[in-house]
């Protein structure tokens, strides 16, 4: 018994340790961008930001969070790279406290409708889910958690802007394609969420296109099979 007990505290003292140390890498889910001079509203150019509505967690399998990895998770949750030949918008940058300051985005994936190769091409002439991924690693914040802001757009005719509504509806889409059980290139995902508040302000307070959001951050953590 005693013995048991001494154990555990001695994996206690480990954890502690570790997260303590230079190891604390990946040992958080994300940090708040708030806390350190960032900011969980994107820069969109024009002084106004999108909200970075899903966090994919940190504590998610390492595999996930690389840029190959969480291209191969997007498309197990039904989402390709933006389509080749047709880009519409510039990119966006944003501050994630991290200690990198304004980061340019990594990438823009966009829903594929069932074609990872035309698919996209579609999307970007009918509209649709796409978000953006920003990576939190740098040094002063490192969780290696991937911030993403989603929308749903309107087609091109209304020149893709963001539907009323479009980033709580492109967060909650993309949260429902991507619960339970996915796969694609061989690789089988276990994805869990769940609601965080106080990150983002509710209402249209510096959210582009004056569109209001409720303010819900949805966390996924990712577990490779
Ligand atoms: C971010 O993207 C813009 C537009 O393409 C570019 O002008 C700028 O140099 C980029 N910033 C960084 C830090 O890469
Ligand atoms: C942080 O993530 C970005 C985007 O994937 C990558 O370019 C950069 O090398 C990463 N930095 C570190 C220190 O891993
Ligand atoms: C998160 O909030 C959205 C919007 O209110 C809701 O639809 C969803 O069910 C919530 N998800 C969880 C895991 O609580």
Request: with cysteine; proline share 2%.
């Amino acid at each position: 018994m005693h013995a048991v007990r001494s154990l555990g505290l001695a994996l206690l003292a480990a954890a502690s340790c570790v997260s303590a140390g230079p190891l604390a890498k990946r040992a958080a889910a994300y940090y708040d961008p708030n806390d350190n001079g960032g900011s969980m509203l994107t820069n969109a150019g024009d002084g106004l930001g999108e909200p970075l509505n899903v966090i994919i967690s940190g504590l998610s399998s390492s595999d996930v969070l690389t840029y190959d990895g969480a291209i191969n998770y997007a498309r197990a949750i039904g989402f390709s790279t933006e389509c080749l030949g047709i880009h519409i918008g510039n990119p966006q940058s944003a501050n994630l406290g991290d200690g990198n300051g304004w980061v340019n985005q990594t990438v823009e994936i966009r829903e594929d409708y069932g074609d990872a190769s035309l698919g996209t091409c579609l999307e970007s002439l009918i509209g649709g889910n796409h978000f953006r991924i920003f990576v939190q690693n740098g040094t002063e914040a490192d969780s290696g958690a991937l911030f993403l802001a989603v929308s749903y757009e309107e087609d091109v005719s209304d020149g893709h802007d963001i539907e009323t509504n479009g980033y709580d509806i492109g967060r909650d889409d993309l949260v429902s394609w991507a619960l339970g059980t996915t796969s694609y290139g061989g690789v089988t995902y276990s994805t869990t969420a769940e609601n965080v508040t106080g990150l983002l302000s509710a209402g249209s307070a510096g959210i582009n296109h004056d569109i209001s959001i409720d303010g819900i951050v949805t966390l996924l953590t990712v577990t490779i099979q």
